[in-house]
């Protein structure tokens, strides 16, 4: 996959975005989510899980740090960093743990867990544009989209 940017003019774009994501995705991936409070980080989460065919409550792992969802391809771990304070932390929490051959890891603020999480596999930028979001996907050895 190339560099790709994707205009979302709403919520139903960014879960077919997360749907069609989940296609390319793989167990033993992991994937940084970044963009500012509200950008639709979680949202994409959602349309992720939905095309794995979970149906229950996506919650954004804001205080919890990491949701786990046990899915049939594979175990989801959404993680969601915004409230650490230090990367240290997940060094305590076991994170190397989690990123295993069977489970695909999604991170958001994935900035906040540097040096103690892994590069990602895909990044995903998430920012407003207008009346809707622009989502910029890359593979980290590539450059950013240009719009």
Known sequence: MMSQTIYLADETDTLALGASLAELFRPGQSVHLEGHLGAGKTTLVRGILR??????????????????????????????????????????????????TDSLCLIEWPERGLGCIPLPDFCIHLQSQGEGRQADIRRPDQEPAVA
């Open 51 to 100: 095309a794995y065919g979970f149906t229950g409550t996506v919650k954004s792992p804001t205080y919890t740090l990491v949701e786990e969802y046990e899915l049939q391809q594979l175990t989801l771990y959404h993680f969601d960093l915004y409230r650490l304070d230090d990367p240290e932390e997940l060094e305590w929490m076991g994170i190397r743990d989690y990123f295993r």
